[in-house]
């Protein structure tokens, strides 16, 4: 299966404090996604990183890529009670029976405590 | 504004009968697509639509039906033959396959 795994199910943290989520996979992949989703809502894009990247960043998002151990890490710092959310992440496999699909994760649940 | 809307937000439907879940996008994407998500669990792949006039099953397309007859459109059916529809139903378009998704808000299917 091409999907990713995600650790831990969930976390409970203070704000102000970071927030580490990881996700691993089994299969070579094109990119890897991280998505979040407030409860009962759509989903929102929050960075890919494409397979030949080891790390990006966006805002208070860092995101780690090591494609020697099939895995993947979300880093939120200084985290806010806003935050408290899902976090899954996604990945498009290299080709295959899995071309077009984006796979997703179970996700991690967030919650910042104020 | 630019955007993806789901229509409707909640859906009620008796056991037999088929009912269709309405996806529009005005983001002028060429690929969108049908994901199914129960209650803690991620998002699973029901149908893809890389361009119009043409789509792809996903991993659980049995039950469902798509088409894709304007670039701005994907309704996905829900069959009687889908033995367990009752789910949180998510559309999302993206440029083209491989790229970032956007997401709908979601319609919440409940079979009674």
């Known amino acids: 299966s091409q999907q990713g795994e995600e650790d831990p199910q969930a976390l409970s943290i203070q704000e102000g404090e970071n927030a580490t989520m990881n996700c691993s996979y089994k299969?070579?992949?094109?990119?890897l996604q991280w998505y979040r989703q407030n409860s009962g809502r759509g989903l929102v894009h929050l960075i890919l990183?494409?397979?030949?990247?080891r790390e990006k960043h966006s805002g208070r998002l860092r995101v780690t890529l090591d494609t020697s151990k099939k895995s993947s890490s979300l880093l939120i710092t200084a985290s806010r009670a806003a935050d408290t959310a899902s976090y899954f992440c996604?990945?498009?496999?290299?080709?295959?029976?899995?071309?077009?699909?984006?796979?997703f994760g179970q996700g991690t649940i967030l919650t910042v405590h104020p | 504004d630019g955007g993806i809307t789901q229509s409707p937000k909640y859906l009620f439907r008796k056991e037999g009968q088929n009912v269709t879940l309405s996806c529009e996008q005005n983001l002028n994407h060429d690929a969108m697509y049908w994901y199914r998500q129960d209650p803690g669990q991620g998002l699973r792949l029901i149908y893809y639509s890389q361009i119009v006039n043409d789509f792809q099953k996903g991993d659980i397309a049995e039950g469902y039906s798509v088409s894709r007859e304007k670039k701005e459109s994907f309704p996905l059916t829900v069959t009687s033959a889908q033995k367990n529809p009752t789910a949180f139903y998510l559309c999302?378009?993206?440029?083209?396959?491989?790229?970032?998704?956007?997401f709908g808000p979601g319609t919440r299917l409940t079979v009674l």
């Open positions: 996604a990945l498009y496999g290299a080709g295959g029976t899995s071309y077009g699909k984006l796979t």
């Open positions: 999302a378009s993206s440029l083209a396959l491989y790229n970032e998704q956007f």
């Open positions: 299969t070579s992949i094109n990119n």
């Open positions: 990183i494409r397979s030949n990247e």
